[in-house]
């Protein structure tokens, strides 16, 4: 398969005239600027970009998005809406995770997303016992995936306790608890289902610090090891102050500290939130090779904080990231990089922030970093249009307002600060068109099923 690309970002910047060579396993067979338009292949008149992965999501979570706002006689925060959550996950049926999922992918497909890290801990029935299978939901996310044609990295969590120093789970936590030992039995389970499947990648993730002992992390570390010494490795980490208060309290530590010096994390890695970090903590977390797995939009609905994006950009080792839609209040990535860009704004009181010397666009910065970020936080070979990588694309469309008359070189801008989901025209998942003229062929089928689902939980 041949693409003829009026321009194309590539990983040197903007080129005009690229012919995509594509091969037959859903990879980019080679990559040429300047080609001569009469070569041949399916002319795509509007901007390419490199896909970009969704690092961190909780699917379910989409159906009860805008059902928390209201503001309650106790005051709101964080740990209200979980509370809420919480009474929400305990009804989901296994049916009703694949339909609210299924939904959730075609809107991150229709929004620029090409790949989603789900963070799955609804691993039990509702009275907290294992399904007959105990990866039956683990396999609903899957098929949920796979019937839309996004790329999944599964990532099964391991959740033991309500707070530090291993208290006890509470009842509404039931859904969630193994041993370590069940755990691995899980994560290796799906391993194996899923070894070589192009479309789905498995890791694991741990809840957070307090949700996990020092035991469980090293044993499970070991464990993945000898599974897949490459799988990814997932933890929220920092998210809200009283976290990082409860973590001193039990550790005299802050938790990235306490998880860069006994965990320590690479590459592999990625650190959900990261939100509360002291300027040494960004600069540490920088030079470790692991990736922040930012979600503005939901960080800011949750009020969560404002992660320090400049010094963690600016350390000697300048820090990666990826960006992720989490509770799924907003699913565009449009939306978490322009929030991401204006929270630093309105902290430091100056525009542009996250632009640097080598490029001046801020839009086009985030979006080369977070894809890049992004595939690494997923373990998949994406990010770029490059040879050897996933042919996943997105077009974006010059016929939208937002983009009338920009030349390549302003379109990420215009899109991320004056445009929204709809700028997306089609989107390629390992070579296969996902979304054409911004339609999934199953968005009708998948619509129904998810607003019955819901329907059903807000009975």
Known sequence: MRLHAAAALLPDGWAEDVAIELDGEGRIAGVTPRAARESGGERIEGFVVPGMPNVHSHAFQRAMAGLTELRTDSGDSFWTWRDLM??????????????IAAWAYVEMLKGGYTAVGEFHY?????????????AEMSHRIAEAALATGIALTHLPVLYQFSGFGARPPTTAQARFIHSTEGFMRLVEGLHRHYRGHRDVRVGLAFHSLRAVDPGAIAESLAALKAIDPAAPVHIHVAEQRREVDDCVAWSGERPVQWLLGHARPDVRWCLVHATHLEPD??????????????CPTTEANLGDGIFPARDYFCAPVPGRIGIGSDSHVEISVAAELRMLEYSQRLSLERRSVLASGRQPSPAARLYTDAALGGARALAIDGGRIAQGCRADLVVLDREHP???NKSPAQALDAWTFAGDASCVRDVMVAGAWRVRERHHPREA???????????ALLG
């Open 86 to 99: 919480y009474r929400f996950a305990g009804r989901i049926t296994p049916d009703q995770v694949h339909d």
């Open 281 to 294: 903590e960004a600069r540490a977390l920088a030079a470790s090779g692991a990736v922040a797995g930012l």
């Open 445 to 455: 089928e998948l619509s129904r099923r998810y607003r019955a689902a819901q329907a």
């Open 402 to 404: 937002a983009l009338w």
């Open 122 to 134: 609804l691993h039990h029935d509702t009275s907290g016992r294992p399904y007959a299978d105990p």
